[in-house]
């Protein structure tokens, strides 16, 4: 069974700081991995996709990468603003079952 | 419409009362998905539609729970003889197909359930 780790939990930065979330899956066999952000009492925004061949993929401020043989994805947040405040979420798709599996998320806070 | 539409946005119902929850996909999406997020704990699966293949309901919690979806579009969650646990938000997605390696999957905001 898939399970979907993310660290830190939280995790409160001055605005301007660039950051890294971690998250980690024990399952590589995956088509692609997800990162969402979720502001309160919202539903969830999708940030990044990145297919299981790839390795990363930017938006703006933000870069993700992937390490399948490892289990392992970083998100990256460059110049980091007040606006970023919000829970960011990894998910997995898994090749045997078509449905994401989420981590429990980080919950960032950038300090103006 | 331009995203997913999820009705309604909250309820609130008596324990053992029926509750149905509607969502209204991404015009084109063929893949539907529901997801439950529980105070404190992250999105925890339940059912997803692609196309006109069965669902996999391997999430459904018990068999209070099910779900439908109408002509390829929209879907009804329904619980039936609801309890305390029950109480969460119930995320709907949709993405063009099930298990594409490219299709992000898009998110309603979502019904807060409260049962009391």
């Known amino acids: 069974k898939q399970e979907v780790t993310q660290i830190p939990a939280a995790l409160s930065v001055p605005e301007g700081e660039n950051l890294v979330l971690n998250c980690s899956f024990t399952?590589?066999?995956?088509?692609?991995l997800q990162w969402f952000r979720q502001d309160p009492g919202k539903g969830l925004t999708s940030l990044l996709l990145?297919?299981?061949?790839?390795r990363e993929q930017t938006s703006g401020r933000l870069n993700a990468s992937l390490d399948k043989s490892s289990g392992r994805s970083t998100l990256y947040i460059a110049a980091s603003q007040p606006g970023d405040s919000a829970t960011y979420l990894c998910?997995?798709?898994?090749?045997?079952?078509?449905?994401?599996?989420f981590g429990s998320g980080t919950r960032l806070q950038v300090q103006p | 419409g331009a995203g997913v539409s999820q009705s309604p946005s909250n309820k609130v119902t008596e324990k053992g009362k029926d509750v149905e929850l509607r969502c209204d996909p991404i015009?084109?999406?063929?893949?539907l998905y529901w997801y439950r997020q529980s105070l404190g704990q992250g999105l925890e699966f339940l059912i997803y539609?692609?196309?006109?293949?069965?669902?996999?309901k391997s999430g459904l919690p018990s068999d209070r729970f099910s779900a439908e979806r109408t002509g390829g579009s929209v879907s009804t969650l329904t619980i039936q003889r609801t309890q305390q646990e029950d109480s969460a938000v119930y995320l709907c997605?949709?993405?063009?197909?099930?298990?594409?390696?490219?299709?992000?999957?898009?998110f309603g905001n979502g019904t807060r359930l409260t049962v009391t």
């Open positions: 990145i297919q299981s061949s790839q």
């Open positions: 997605a949709s993405s063009l197909a099930a298990g594409s390696y490219n299709s992000p999957l898009h």
């Open positions: 399952d590589s066999a995956i088509y692609n």
């Open positions: 015009s084109g999406h063929t893949a």
């Open positions: 998910a997995v798709m898994d090749t045997g079952r078509r449905a994401l599996t």
């Open positions: 539609f692609q196309g006109n293949s069965a669902p996999d």
